[in-house]
């Protein structure tokens, strides 16, 4: 019983450096990293989603895909300047909303097509995201 708990502090403990690595990784990225990060998290929920789908796990996909619909909704959208950004930004928050729309699709039908035009189309704007980085850091 004593090893039980071992077992379960161990994972609480990990569970708390998990968390403090990525508070400490957000409080020292760069606003074009919060992107980054942004994106990876959307497509680790996509990729979750896509794991509780095919394994029947009704309640576990709606939650993975609902965090993916925040990231998509309330961090990529929210982000956009669409002043400053003009075209690009309302081009962004059209392929946001439609990716958006992709995802409810998925979590209505279980659809795993559209989970993975989605994710695809996340996978492209990260990719070009992380060029301009590379770009910007190699100046």
Known sequence: ???MRGVTA????AGAYARVGVESG????SPH????????GAQASIRAARLH???GNVAEKGKAISRAL???NNGLLAALDAERGGEIAERLASLYDYIARLLLAANRHDDEASLTQAEKLLDDVASAWREIGDQTARG
Do not use: K
Request: net charge negative; aromatic share 8%; charged share 10%.
């Open 1 to 3: 019983m004593s090893a």
């Open 10 to 13: 161990y994972g609480r403990g």
């Open 26 to 29: 957000v409080m020292s990225a």
């Open 33 to 40: 990293q919060l992107i980054v990060m942004l994106f990876d």
């Open 53 to 55: 789908m095919q394994a």
């Open 70 to 72: 925040d990231i998509v």
